[in-house]
């Protein structure tokens, strides 16, 4: 069936560091591409998407990049800060209605 | 501000019980997903729902249903709680598809 891979599982970066979390999809149709945040205790919040018409995507301290050749997108958080600490899931659209997730990244932000 | 909410946050259970998970959300959104979280698998979807009384399965549903009677609430139920259906259980809704889904803060159900 229609996948996605998330790499890495944990990622631990210096406090003011960039971080750089990595997806691919198996489903050449996938046209939509969001990322959430989940922090301890709540449901996952949309922090960024990107549509397959475009290749990149910024929002203040937080890009996405989309290769729909390859098959893979990125998330790059700069300069990052304490409260970035949680954990990211990717995920990918699947036909009309569905989005398929990752397996999710735990992020920690070193003091 | 969409608000999804979940009837309970923490919910223990017997194995063989009926169990029913209950979400609304107030934003007059079309679409309803249900899912679960366990840990080092992400989030599977087990049903979703496009239209009052309308459900499609999605990647895991043996052991579950729904009930869509009204927009705004989307009801799991397990027929027949195991242990292996200990679990975060998660709903969300959204406007349209495929478009930014706004979850709730989550069930945690354990079955005993």
């Known amino acids: 069936g229609e996948n996605v891979e998330q790499h890495p599982s944990t990622l631990s970066v210096q406090e003011g560091d960039s971080a750089v979390i990595k997806c691919t999809y198996s489903d050449s149709a996938s046209n939509y591409f969001p990322w959430y945040k989940q922090e301890l205790g709540k449901g996952p919040q949309l922090i960024i998407d990107i549509r397959s018409n475009v290749g990149e995507k910024k929002d203040q301290r937080i890009a996405v990049t989309l290769n729909k050749t390859a098959k893979h997108f990125s998330l790059h958080i700069t300069e990052t800060q304490p409260e970035d600490s949680a954990v990211y899931f990717c995920?990918?659209?699947?036909?009309?209605?569905?989005?398929?997730f990752g397996k999710g990244t735990r992020l920690h932000i070193l003091p | 501000d969409v608000k999804v909410t979940q009837s309970s946050r923490y919910l223990v259970k017997r194995t063989g019980e009926k169990v029913f998970l209950e979400c609304v959300q107030d934003?007059?959104?079309?679409?309803m997903f249900w899912y679960r979280q366990d840990p080092g698998l992400g989030l599977r979807l087990i049903y979703f729902?496009?239209?009052?009384?309308?459900?499609e399965k999605g990647d895991i549903p043996e052991g579950y249903s729904v009930s869509r009677e009204k927009k705004e609430r989307f009801s799991l139920i397990l027929e027949s709680a195991s242990t292996n259906q200990t679990s975060m259980y998660l709903c969300a809704s959204s406007l349209d598809t495929p478009d930014e889904q706004y979850f709730g803060p989550g069930t945690r159900l354990t079955v005993t």
């Open positions: 995920a990918a659209s699947i036909g009309d209605d569905k989005i398929i």
């Open positions: 934003m007059d959104h079309e679409n």
């Open positions: 729902s496009y239209d009052v009384k309308m459900k």
